[in-house]
């Protein structure tokens, strides 16, 4: 089984910054992207960010030139580092990787972590 792991949420003030972190464990063989979502209640979730296994890396127009995307492959984690948050990037934000579990089975799984709140006052 595979397990993904967030910490970092938390309040803070707009302007401010946080990092979240998410570490994946368990039955894993390989990972290709890992990426950043987030959710509003009663919303879709929305892409974030993202980042491949080679470090390409893609984001949403919203968050462009204010929130960075990271992973370290030796340690199976995804950062986000979030500056100049403004009270819009409220929301819960979830982390995500693209799993082959297996080195016999090409299949990819995608896997989530449970979420973690992030809360930026005005």
């Known amino acids: 089984q595979v397990q993904l792991v967030e910490s970092g949420g938390g309040l803070v003030q707009a302007g401010g910054s946080l990092r979240l972190s998410c570490a994946a464990s368990g039955s894993i063989f390989s990972i290709n992207v890992m990426g950043w979502y987030r959710q509003a209640p009663g919303k879709q979730r929305e892409l974030v960010a993202q980042i491949t296994s080679g470090g390409s890396t893609n984001y949403a127009d919203s968050v462009k030139g204010r929130f960075t995307i990271s992973r370290d492959n030796a340690k199976n984690t995804v950062y986000l580092q979030m500056n100049s948050l403004k009270p819009e990037d409220t929301f819960v934000y979830y982390c995500?990787?693209?799993?082959?579990?297996?080195?016999?089975?090409?299949?990819?799984?995608?896997?989530w972590g449970q979420g973690t709140q992030v809360t930026v006052s005005s």
């Open positions: 995500a990787a693209d799993i082959q579990t297996s080195a016999t089975s090409v299949r990819v799984y995608r896997y």
